[in-house]
């Protein structure tokens, strides 16, 4: 008994409103929507018993949700820039907003209102989130320079929606320093007592599923002491020819290299010729050429290489033979000992001739 009275009144209020005038309602708004940068977005709002009302996109900026930004205002567009467009399909009685080439600066709460009174309105609203690609901040970590022993931190940071994760790689998918493995998460990556073959090319990857990923390379310098590498130990070679000793060095910063016999430098001369080629910043092959061999060059050879961090030689050793040891000395003529290796290879045609022959009777 005592709940039929207020429902009686509920009913007669809404009969009355609807005889005079429907209160606008909206009965459909886009859902939430997630759209790349370029993208052309359209939001629409359905509504009815509106025709009498102004019906105004407005959006709220996430960056800025205290200011308002009105767009349009029924079927005009009052937000300066020529992104956005309206219509109203009278068949679907739906305002319909077209924001063109998406910016960054769309994302946001998009708000359809019917503006009913001075100080009252009918909202509905839709969320807009824009997808950026990462972009790298350029507070991440450049390069790289520091000598064997030392600790390294590598730092990337990224932005973009959603936010990127960061992940690091080394160039060739190399393993990291500190047996890390192949990959490594996270902003910041930190290694111990590095050690020369941990330089190169590192990757900062920042990833968040929006096509283009960003990457950055990281390239770590590493110095360290001279290396040297003898690819033979011993040459020999006989008396009046020349030969050819040879010294692999590995080091950074480039070195100083030089060539000693009996603790004395050597340097260019009637006797000697040294050649330094660098195949990279790190690595270089020294070659010292005895021109003219006399007994007095025989012996035991250094090459040394120095750089700040350290130096280091290495022995090689030239011995006399008998014979002429070709190579190298294969087309020389020297002296008055000259050479002929013809006939040798002759015989030697001859022989892989004959044994050829030999060979495909055998497999008949
Ligand atoms: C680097 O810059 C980004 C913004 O670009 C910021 O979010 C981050 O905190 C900064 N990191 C450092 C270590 O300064
Ligand atoms: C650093 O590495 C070198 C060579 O791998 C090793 O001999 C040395 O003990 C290490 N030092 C420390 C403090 O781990
Ligand atoms: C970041 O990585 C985590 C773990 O792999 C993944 O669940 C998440 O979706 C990634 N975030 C983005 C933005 O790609």
Redesign the pocket.
């Known amino acids: 008994m005592f709940c039929i009275l207020p429902h009686l009144f509920f009913i007669l209020f809404f009969y009355a409103n609807c005889v005079h005038s429907q209160t606008p309602i909206i009965s459909f708004i886009s859902k939430q929507r997630v759209v790349n940068l370029g993208d052309t977005l359209e939001l629409v709002c359905q509504v009815q018993h509106a025709s009498q009302y102004s019906v105004n996109w407005v959006l709220l900026k996430n960056d800025d949700p205290s200011n308002f930004l009105f767009i349009t205002k029924g079927q005009r567009v009052i937000l300066s820039g020529n992104r956005y467009s309206v219509r109203f399909d009278d068949k679907l009685r739906s305002y319909i907003l077209t924001i063109h080439s998406v910016q960054e600066v769309d994302a946001g709460t998009y708000h359809c209102q019917i503006i009913t009174g001075s100080n009252s309105k009918v909202d509905a609203e839709v969320n807009v989130i824009v997808r950026i690609p990462p972009v790298i901040s350029d507070n991440s970590t450049r390069n790289v320079l520091t000598t064997v022993g030392s600790n390294i931190e590598l730092s990337c940071f990224a932005s973009g929606f959603?936010?990127?994760?960061i992940s690091w790689r080394r160039e060739k998918y190399e393993l990291m320093p500190n047996d890390k493995g192949a990959l490594l998460r996270g902003n910041t990556i930190k290694f111990y007592n590095v050690t020369k073959k941990d330089r190169g090319t590192y990757y900062c990857v920042a990833?968040?599923?929006v096509e283009p990923g960003a990457r950055r390379p990281v390239s770590v310098e590493i110095e360290f002491p001279p290396v040297i590498k003898v690819g033979r130990q011993r040459y020999g070679q006989a008396l009046q020819f020349y030969a050819d000793l040879q010294c692999d060095v590995e080091a950074f910063p480039s070195p100083s290299i030089h060539w000693f016999k009996d603790g004395e430098q050597l340097t260019d001369d009637q006797y000697f010729k040294i050649s330094i080629f660098s195949r990279s910043d790190e690595f270089s092959r020294t070659t010292l050429r005895i021109k003219r061999i006399e007994n007095k060059h025989y012996g035991l050879y250094y090459c040394q290489a120095a750089n700040k961090l350290g130096s280091n030689s290495e022995a090689v050793e030239l011995y006399e033979t008998v014979n002429v040891i070709c190579p190298p000395a294969c087309d020389v003529q020297t002296g008055s000992h000259s050479i002929s290796l013809k006939p040798v290879l002759n015989f030697r045609i001859f022989l892989s001739f004959f044994t050829s022959i030999f060979l495909l009777t055998l497999n008949h």
């Open positions: 959603p936010m990127p994760n990833d968040n599923g």
